[in-house]
């Protein structure tokens, strides 16, 4: 599976932003897939996670309630909408996808449980 994250950009502080991973293959509809970030200095975080079936959603909680990750497997991609966006959003988002298939939400919050990872894209968040 290849990754291709797009959509990032400078918003202004209350502003909004949606990202996009476009898969390649034919078997994303198996894979659960994740948003990560890493700010300058930082280790890479969990941002958000959606199972293969968009039947489960998981999200950090300094995102819960202002970013909505979707997927459509028709189209391969899945999506980060991005609400009520902060200063201390300024990262590189990554997108990653891995047939993690578990039913503890902490699985899915970990780097080491997917395979594949896009090159990032830049958001910057202006106050």
């Known amino acids: 599976v290849q990754l291709q994250a797009s959509g990032g950009g400078l918003v202004q502080a209350g502003g909004s932003l949606r990202l996009s991973c476009a898969a390649s293959?034919?078997?994303?509809?198996?894979?659960?897939m994740g948003w990560f970030r890493q700010a300058p200095g930082n280790e890479r975080e969990f941002v958000a996670a959606?199972?293969?079936?968009?039947?489960?959603?998981y999200y950090a909680d300094s995102v819960k309630g202002r970013f909505t990750i979707s997927r459509d497997n028709a189209k391969n991609t899945v999506y980060l909408q991005m609400n009520s966006m902060k200063p201390e959003d300024t990262a590189v988002y990554y997108c990653?996808?891995?047939?993690?298939?578990?039913?503890?939400?902490?699985?899915?919050?970990?780097?080491?449980?997917?395979?594949?990872w896009g090159q990032g894209t830049l958001v910057t968040v202006s106050s």
């Open positions: 990653a996808a891995g047939l993690i298939g578990a039913y503890s939400p902490s699985h899915y919050y970990r780097t080491g449980s997917y395979d594949y």
């Open positions: 293959g034919r078997t994303f509809s198996f894979y659960d």
């Open positions: 959606i199972t293969a079936s968009a039947g489960n959603t």
